[in-house]
């Protein structure tokens, strides 16, 4: 079974300044897509950004991107020019090629300083 | 833009009781799921539905657990007797296609409380 953990239960960022998430999943597979989901208070689930593991370019939208290391099974989220808007939970997830289901990690509490 | 929608928003109902959890999908979209988030835990997937059957479901999704479309619009999950450990967040969601090709779109939870 694949199983994703995320270390950092919370991090703390300066507005305007940059911080990294980490990710790590264990799984067997070679094709496979990787995911970051925003939950704000509000509680619903947004798409950050998502990696099809097959490209080796890492993700990239706007002021989010990541670092994707295949063979460390490590999945990093970067928020650049962090804003107040970005406070909420992260969380980072694994599908399978069969694309049935979502498994997530424990989720990174993200506060943001003014 | 086209949304998961979830009714209610927040449930409160007795210890043994039946509860049905509500989700209109998007409108062309052909898979289903539910997910649940236990307070300050992590989502769990639950089931996933594709032309009126159940194509996988988890070990939480037991006996007391059932999910069907009714009318071709909503999408709802029953727990047929309510424990105090089912008290979570149910997220719905859903997709054109499956695959990460597409994306999974999470309707706004309902929070089940049990008491």
């Known amino acids: 079974a694949q199983t994703v953990t995320q270390s950092q239960p919370e991090m703390s960022v300066q507005e305007a300044e940059t911080v990294t998430l980490s990710c790590t999943y264990d799984?067997?597979?070679?094709?496979?897509?990787l995911f970051w989901y925003k939950q704000p208070p509000s509680r619903q689930m947004i798409l950050v950004i998502r990696?099809?593991?097959?490209?080796?370019q890492n993700a990239t939208e706007n002021r989010f991107s990541v670092n994707f290391q295949k063979a460390a099974k490590s999945f990093s989220l970067k928020i650049s020019d962090s804003q107040l808007g970005d406070a909420a939970m992260y969380f980072c997830?694994?599908?399978?090629?069969?694309?049935?289901?979502?498994?997530f990690g424990g989720g990174t509490r993200v506060l943001v300083k003014p | 833009e086209p949304e998961v929608t979830q009714t209610p928003s927040h449930q409160v109902t007795q210890m043994g009781q039946e509860v049905i959890l509500r989700c209109v999908p998007i409108?062309?979209?052909?898979?289903f799921y539910w997910y649940r988030q236990i307070l300050g835990q992590k989502v769990e997937f639950l089931v996933s539905?594709?032309?009126?059957?159940?194509?996988?479901k988890s070990e939480i999704f037991d006996d007391q657990f059932s999910v069907e479309r009714p009318d071709g619009s909503n999408f709802t999950l029953k727990i047929r007797s309510t424990k105090l450990e089912d008290s979570a967040m149910y997220f719905c969601?859903?997709?054109?296609?499956?695959?990460?090709?597409?994306?999974?779109?999470f309707g706004q939870g309902t929070r089940l409380t049990v008491v």
């Open positions: 969601a859903s997709s054109a296609r499956q695959g990460a090709r597409t994306e999974a779109f």
């Open positions: 799984t067997s597979e070679s094709d496979y897509y």
């Open positions: 990696q099809e593991a097959y490209k080796q």
């Open positions: 997830a694994y599908l399978g090629a069969a694309g049935n289901k979502l498994t």
């Open positions: 409108s062309n979209h052909l898979y």
């Open positions: 539905f594709y032309n009126n059957e159940i194509s996988e």
